[in-house]
T-cell receptor, first 113, second 118 residues
C-alpha cells in the first residue's frame, strides 16, 4: 500500500510569492494534518482536517490556509512568502476518530530567497 | 511552559549497547498519548512507539520500549542493542484528547540527535 505522498519534494520561491503544497493521505484515511519544521526544531502544528472540515489550527498567520478535497487529499497554501517560511512542511494522515497513529509523508522542503 | 521537553540535544552510544532518550511532558488533560518518532536525514518522520495515559503497562515495540512514569510526567525511550541505522533525530510528542476527544494535534519536543558509533 502507498504511504502518504507529498509534492513537490523541493521548492524554491522568492519573498512575496505564493506557494501551494499537496498531500495525498494513505488510502482509507480521512484526516490530514500539516506541520512546519524549521531547521533544528521539532514540527509545529499548522492545520488539521477531518472529513473535509477544519478541526484544528495552530498559531500561524492568515497567510497560511488549507483545504481538503472529497478524495481526502489536501493542499496547504502560503501567501506573501517570508524568509522565515523556509522549512520542511510535513503532512500526516490518520484514520481519524479514536485512531491515534499519524503517518507522515516525506515532506516538502521550501526555500524562500 | 514547554509541553514537551527533551533535555539532550545530542547523545552518543556504541553499537550493540542500550541508550535512553529523555522526555518530560506537561499537561492537565487526564487523557493523552505520548509518541516517539525517528527522523533520519531524509526528513520523513517514522512512528516508533505509543503510550496512552491510561495504559497500565509500558509500551514495547521490538528494540524500542517506553519507560512511562506518570507521576513524574516522563516518557523516556529506551533503544536496546543499538545499530548504526539508529543514528537519527528522535522526537517525543504528545496528543491531548481534550473533552471532545477530537484533538489530533501533536506537540513535539525539540528532538535529540542520536549517533551510534561502530
Amino acid at each position: 500500500d502507498a504511504g502518504v505522498t507529498q509534492s513537490p519534494t523541493h521548492l524554491i520561491k522568492t519573498r512575496g510569492q505564493h506557494v501551494t503544497l499537496r498531500c495525498s493521505p494513505i488510502s482509507g484515511h480521512k484526516s490530514v494534518s500539516w506541520y512546519q519544521q524549521v531547521l533544528g526544531q521539532g514540527p509545529q502544528f499548522i492545520f488539521q482536517y477531518y472529513e473535509k472540515e477544519e478541526r484544528g489550527r495552530g498559531n500561524f498567520p492568515d497567510r497560511f490556509s488549507a483545504r481538503q478535497f472529497p478524495n481526502y487529499s489536501s493542499e496547504l497554501n502560503v501567501n506573501a512568502l517570508l524568509l522565515g517560511d523556509s522549512a520542511l512542511y510535513l503532512c500526516a494522515s490518520s484514520l481519524g476518530g479514536a485512531s491515534y497513529e499519524q503517518y507522515f509523508g516525506p515532506g516538502t522542503r521550501l526555500t524562500v530567497t | 511552559a514547554q509541553k514537551i521537553t527533551q533535555t539532550q540535544p545530542g547523545m552518543f552510544v556504541q553499537e550493540k549497547e542500550a541508550v535512553t532518550l529523555d522526555c518530560t511532558y506537561d499537561t492537565s488533560d487526564p487523557s493523552y498519548g505520548l509518541f516517539w518518532y525517528k527522523q533520519p536525514s531524509s526528513g520523513e518522520m517514522i512512528f516508533l512507539i505509543y503510550q496512552g495515559s491510561y495504559d497500565q503497562q509500558n509500551a514495547t515495540e521490538g528494540r524500542y520500549s517506553l519507560n512511562f512514569q506518570k507521576a513524574r510526567k516522563s516518557a523516556n525511550l529506551v533503544i536496546s542493542a543499538s545499530q548504526l541505522g539508529d543514528s537519527a533525530m528522535y522526537f517525543c510528542a504528545m496528543r491531548e484528547w481534550g473533552r471532545g476527544g477530537s484533538n489530533y494535534k501533536l506537540t513535539f519536543g525539540k528532538g535529540t540527535l542520536l549517533t551510534v558509533n561502530p
